[in-house]
T-cell receptor, first 113, second 116 residues
Framework: DAGITQSPRHKVTETGTPVTLRCHQTENHRYMYWYRQDPGHGLRLIHYSYGVKDTDKGEVSDGYSVSRSKTEDFLLTLESATSSQTSVYFC????????????FGDGTRLSIL | AQKVTQAQTEISVVEKEDVTLDCVYE???????LFWYKQPPSGELVFLIR??????QNEISGRYSWNFQKSTSSFNFTITASQVVDSAVYFCALSEAETSGSRLTFGEGTQLTVNP
C-alpha cells in the first residue's frame, strides 16, 4: 500500500472555526491532491500540488487554501468552516505521469455543525 | 472540458449474477487514460485498472473484465459471478494527457449491492 497518512481521520467542529487537514506521504511523489467526496458528486478536486510551494486550484477550490512546505506534507485549510464543507476529504499522491494511477489515503470525515 | 458519467446510481443483484457497470466519458484530448476505483464499505479507494486511449483491447482479471470502446466513448466494467464482497461503490475516472498534474475527473459512482 502507498504510504499516505491523513490526519485527523474524523473531526467535528463548528461553523466559523478554522480547520486544517494534513496529508503525509512517504513515497517521495511529486504530486499531491485534495479531493472531497459528496453523495451524487463522486470525488471532486479541490487543490493539487506539483512540487514544494507549487500549488494550483481544482474545480471546487472556493473556501479552501493549501500549503506544501515539504515534499511529504500537503495541508488543506478551511479558513472559516461552513456547513457546506461537511464532507469526506481524500488526499492522493502521484508520480505525475498521467498514465500512473493516483493512490489515495483513507480519508478524513469532517462534520461542521 | 472532460466529463465522466456513470448513469447507474445503484445496482442490486443476487450473488453469482453477472453485472455490468457503465461509464461514458467526454474529452477533446486524443491521449487520455481511464481508471476504475473501488470503494468498499470501509471507505478507502482501491485502484482496479488503468486503460490508455490507444489500447482498445478488452482486459480480464479473474472475475473482472473491462470493455473499452472509443467509438461510443465508453469504458464498462463487468463482474462475472458476483460475490457479496463485491458490494462497494465503483468509480470511473478520466485523466487527460494535456491536463497538468494528471488530475482525475471522477464519475458520480455506482453503488453495487450483491445480496446472498
Amino acid at each position: 500500500d502507498a504510504g499516505i497518512t491523513q490526519s485527523p481521520r474524523h473531526k467535528v467542529t463548528e461553523t466559523g472555526t478554522p480547520v486544517t487537514l494534513r496529508c503525509h506521504q512517504t513515497e517521495n511523489h511529486r504530486y499531491m491532491y485534495w479531493y472531497r467526496q459528496d453523495p451524487g458528486h463522486g470525488l471532486r478536486l479541490i487543490h493539487y500540488s506539483y512540487g514544494v510551494k507549487d500549488t494550483d486550484k481544482g474545480e471546487v477550490s472556493d473556501g479552501y487554501s493549501v500549503s506544501r512546505s515539504k515534499t511529504e506534507d500537503f495541508l488543506l485549510t478551511l479558513e472559516s468552516a461552513t456547513s457546506s464543507q461537511t464532507s469526506v476529504y481524500f488526499c492522493a499522491i502521484s508520480n505525475g505521469r498521467v498514465k500512473q494511477p493516483q493512490h489515495f489515503g483513507d480519508g478524513t470525515r469532517l462534520s461542521i455543525l | 472540458a472532460q466529463k465522466v458519467t456513470q448513469a447507474q446510481t445503484e445496482i442490486s443483484v443476487v450473488e453469482k449474477e453477472d453485472v455490468t457497470l457503465d461509464c461514458v466519458y467526454e474529452t477533446r484530448d486524443t491521449t487520455y487514460y481511464l481508471f476504475w476505483y473501488k470503494q468498499p464499505p470501509s471507505g478507502e479507494l482501491v485502484f482496479l485498472i488503468r486503460r490508455n486511449s490507444f489500447d482498445e483491447q478488452n482486459e480480464i482479471s479473474g472475475r473482472y473484465s473491462w470493455n473499452f470502446q472509443k467509438s461510443t466513448s465508453s469504458f464498462n466494467f463487468t463482474i462475472t459471478a458476483s460475490q457479496v464482497v463485491d458490494s462497494a461503490v465503483y468509480f470511473c475516472a478520466l485523466s487527460e494527457a494535456e491536463t497538468s498534474g494528471s488530475r482525475l475527473t471522477f464519475g458520480e459512482g455506482t453503488q453495487l449491492t450483491v445480496n446472498p
